[in-house]
């Protein structure tokens, strides 16, 4: 799951970026994070908290 990015054919329409999420990086590790959430499950939320601050340096700094 950590490699799905840019596989649509159509990748300007079929990638949903909301406005709080600048790239395909942000958009896949937030909704991870919010899916973990959402299940209640906390070590996985707090590595996707993790893995989303590794990103904004990675990428965007
Ligand atoms: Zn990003």
Redesign the pocket.
Known sequence: MTNVQFNSPLPEESVAVSPS???????E?KAKHYASVRDGNRKKAEATAVAMGR??RA??S
């Open positions: 999420a600048p790239c395909a990086g942000c958009a590790i990103h904004l990428a965007h």
